[in-house]
Each structure stands twice: as structure tokens, then as C-alpha cells.
């Protein structure tokens, strides 16, 4: 089996920088995805990694360690519609994709 | 929006019953995944279709099916409904590695 493993719930002001830690236990790893889903609404695709190291898009930043099963994505310049939930996926050799449950982000002023 | 479309939006079912959910793939994506997603919790993976293949499938039982169509367009099957059943169906178009959420399918069993 596979454990993704990610923090319930987190809180962060306006501006600021968050980050959301995402660990995974898999037996054949083909790449880990980050995905915004805002309530009622269906996921959105914000980052992939499939080599170590960190992956820069705009204010929103993924890292990689495979050999530590380590993951997170970090959220610069917070702002209030980044409040959502932000699910972290592993893709495993057969194509199957183990979503965790979600780190669901408020944004305060 | 992502270009991937999925009929109905809302559907409510009797246990026993069967359904077909559809999911048309943005343009030019030949693989799609399917998807369900309980509340408060993460899509968890049903299957996924290559160029009307099966290429993946997670740990659902065989009456849930599914059929990719020339023009790469979808359908996921449920026979036998059961009450767990009820969640939202997603399903996502890709051609790389980037997967494109449609905007789901909330089925109720009753």
C-alpha cells in the first residue's frame, strides 16, 4: 500500500509564506503532483516533480527529496483567494495516482 | 475553465441501480483518469484510459467499468449501486503529465 501523509488544516495571514509538507511511502514512484481545489470546485493543477530539487512557478514552489519521501509546496505573497485545499499526489509506475487527503489553507487579513 | 466537460452534474440513484457518467477530454488529450472523491477527502483513483485502453486501475471492484471512445471521450460505469457509492465522480484529460479536472459528477445513492 501507499500512506500520503499531509497536515489537516492551516492558518496564514495575508503576504505572508506558507508551506505545506506532503510525505509518501510508494514502491514504485513516477512523479508527485501539487493541486489547488477550492471548495465545491474540481482540483487544479499548480506543480509536478519527478526529479529532486524545486520547481519555481510564480508565487507557488514544489520541492522533491525521493530518497527522503519528502515533499512540499510553498505559497509566497498569500493572498485571500488562495484559500483552498491543497492535495498532494503521488503517481506510482502503473499510473496509479494516491491523492492525499488535502491541507485545507485559510488565508486571514 | 480546462476544457474538460462531464454530464450530469447532479445525478440521484436507488442502490441497485446501474449509471453512466461521461466526460469529454479537452482537445487533443488521449489519456483520461477517472476519479472519486468523498467529502473531505482527496480524489481517490479508479482507472485510466489510453487511446481506448485501459492503463491503470486502482482498488475498485470490477463493477465499476469504463470505455474510452475514438475521439477519446469517456464514460465510467457503476453497476449495483451501493450508499458508499455516493461522492463526486471527477474525471481528468492529459496528454503529459499535467491532468485537467472536469468539473465532476455529484452522484447520491439512496
Known amino acids: 500500500g501507499q500512506n500520503i501523509d499531509q497536515p489537516t488544516e492551516m492558518t496564514a495571514t495575508e503576504g505572508a509564506i506558507v508551506q505545506i509538507n506532503c510525505t509518501y511511502q510508494t514502491s514504485g514512484f513516477n512523479g508527485l503532483f501539487w493541486y489547488q481545489q477550492h471548495a465545491g470546485e474540481a482540483p487544479t493543477f499548480l506543480s509536478y516533480n519527478v526529479l529532486d530539487g524545486l520547481e519555481e512557478k510564480g508565487r507557488f514552489s514544489s520541492f522533491l527529496s525521493r530518497s527522503k519521501g519528502y515533499s512540499y509546496l510553498l505559497l509566497k505573497e498569500l493572498q485571500m483567494k488562495d484559500s483552498a485545499s491543497y492535495l498532494c499526489a503521488v503517481r506510482e509506475g502503473n499510473n496509479d495516482m494516491r491523492f492525499g487527503a488535502g491541507t485545507r489553507l485559510t488565508v486571514k487579513p | 475553465e480546462t476544457g474538460v466537460t462531464q454530464s450530469p452534474t447532479h445525478l440521484i440513484k436507488t442502490r441497485g441501480q446501474q449509471v453512466t457518467l461521461r466526460c469529454s477530454s479537452q482537445s487533443g488529450h488521449n489519456t483520461v483518469s477517472w476519479y472519486q472523491q468523498a467529502l473531505g477527502q482527496g480524489p481517490q483513483f479508479i482507472f485510466q484510459?489510453?487511446?481506448?485502453?485501459?492503463?491503470g486501475r486502482g482498488n475498485f471492484p470490477p463493477r465499476f467499468s469504463g470505455l474510452q471512445f475514438p475521439n477519446y471521450s469517456s464514460e465510467l460505469n457503476v453497476n449495483a449501486l451501493e450508499l458508499d457509492d455516493s461522492a463526486l465522480y471527477l474525471c481528468?484529460?492529459?496528454?503529459?503529465?499535467?491532468?485537467?479536472f472536469g468539473p465532476g459528477t455529484r452522484l447520491t445513492v439512496t
Open positions: 481528468a484529460s492529459s496528454l503529459t503529465s499535467e491532468q485537467y
Open positions: 484510459y489510453y487511446r481506448e485502453e485501459e492503463n
